[in-house]
């Protein structure tokens, strides 16, 4: 069919027409082969669509004739059922009262008899003796009870008879002790030396120490008796004691050992 067309309406052969008639024919030639090839075009085009969206429409179809699902009335609730009120229960019967009991039989009292009285028995009649007369002593026993007394009584006189004193043995009293003292004589009895670190610290106090100081004057044994407080000022005082000489106690002018407290005063402003 185009091939026809080309044939029979190619300007070229028409006898007659002019070159500008010919080029407005030529246009009007392929004017008209467009507007049948888009024709064409558009009925292949249409008619492809109709059988490619033909299974998308059963499809549809079938989706569109799906039953839809039954939804099923729900159930009426059944009505429950009221309570039937249950019977009141019946007053319990009062009790009945109780008798009241009845009072005891009162106990016959019997009133005593009377006693007959007792008459009274005849008192019996007492023979009075007569009168005893007291025996008096014989001379036999009147001596000796004369002696009997005598005997007694210089018993008596002998135990109250002062004894004879003898002469009293004369207590002797020791004589009385004299106590120690220091050796006044220079160099003896050198005082303790002050620590220098107690008095750095600020350190002071009294030490008394325990002597025993024998008949010689020298210190035998010495101990802190009651500390300063500080060590260092406590082993001061015993390590100067030990040094000292004392004049030694007496009794009865004889020399003895004794024991002595000696008190050592630390101070810093002394």
Same mark, same amino acid.
Request: no cysteine; net charge positive.
């Given at each position: 069919?185009?091939?026809?067309?080309?044939?029979?309406?190619?300007?070229? *052969?028409?006898?007659?027409?002019?070159?500008?008639?010919?080029?407005?024919?030529?246009?009007?030639?392929?004017?008209?082969?467009?507007?049948?090839?888009?024709?064409?075009?558009?009925? =292949?085009?249409?008619?492809?669509?109709?059988?490619?969206?033909?299974? #998308? +429409?059963?499809?549809?179809?079938?989706?569109?004739?799906?039953?839809?699902?039954?939804? =099923?009335?729900?159930?009426?609730?059944?009505?429950?059922?009221?309570?039937?009120?249950?019977?009141?229960?019946?007053? +319990?019967?009062?009790?009945?009262? =109780?008798?009241?009991?009845?009072?005891?039989?009162?106990?016959?009292?019997?009133?005593?008899?009377?006693?007959?009285?007792?008459?009274?028995?005849?008192?019996?009649?007492?023979?009075?003796?007569?009168?005893?007369?007291?025996?008096?002593?014989?001379?036999?026993?009147?001596?000796?009870?004369?002696?009997?007394?005598?005997?007694?009584?210089?018993?008596?006189?002998?135990?109250? +008879?002062?004894?004879? +004193?003898?002469?009293?043995?004369?207590?002797?009293?020791?004589?009385?002790?004299?106590?120690?003292?220091?050796?006044? *004589?220079?160099?003896?009895?050198?005082?303790?030396?002050?620590?220098?670190?107690?008095?750095?610290?600020?350190? #002071?106090?009294?030490?008394?120490?325990?002597?025993?100081?024998?008949?010689?004057?020298?210190?035998?044994?010495?101990?802190?008796? *009651?500390?300063?407080?500080?060590?260092?000022?406590?082993?001061?005082?015993?390590?100067?004691?030990? *040094?000292?000489?004392?004049?030694?106690?007496?009794?009865?002018?004889?020399?003895?050992?004794?024991?002595?407290?000696?008190?050592?005063?630390?101070?810093?402003?002394?």
């Amino acid at each position: 069919m185009k091939a026809h067309l080309h044939q029979h309406t190619d300007p070229s *052969r028409l006898p007659g027409l002019s070159r500008g008639n010919s080029i407005l024919l030529l246009g009007l030639v392929i004017g008209l082969h467009g507007v049948v090839l888009y024709a064409l075009l558009r009925s =292949e085009s249409i008619s492809q669509p109709a059988q490619v969206s033909a299974p #998308e +429409a059963v499809m549809l179809g079938t989706l569109l004739t799906q039953p839809s699902p039954v939804i =099923e009335p729900e159930p009426t609730p059944e009505p429950t059922p009221e309570p039937t009120p249950e019977p009141t229960p019946e007053p +319990a019967p009062a009790p009945a009262p =109780e008798p009241e009991p009845k009072p005891a039989p009162k106990p016959a009292i019997t009133e005593p008899k009377a006693k007959p009285e007792a008459k009274p028995l005849p008192r019996p009649t007492v023979k009075k003796s007569p009168p005893q007369t007291k025996a008096r002593p014989t001379n036999k026993a009147v001596e000796s009870l004369a002696t009997v007394q005598h005997s007694l009584s210089d018993s008596s006189q002998a135990e109250k +008879a002062p004894t004879i +004193a003898t002469n009293p043995v004369p207590v002797q009293t020791p004589p009385p002790v004299v106590q120690p003292r220091l050796d006044a *004589r220079a160099g003896n009895n050198p005082p303790p030396d002050y620590p220098r670190a107690a008095r750095k610290r600020g350190q #002071e106090g009294t030490v008394v120490l325990s002597l025993v100081i024998g008949a010689d004057g020298s210190v035998q044994d010495v101990s802190v008796k *009651r500390s300063s407080g500080y060590p260092l000022l406590d082993q001061s005082a015993v390590k100067a004691i030990r *040094r000292w000489h004392f004049h030694p106690a007496t009794q009865g002018g004889k020399a003895i050992s004794w024991n002595y407290l000696q008190p050592i005063k630390f101070s810093l402003t002394d």
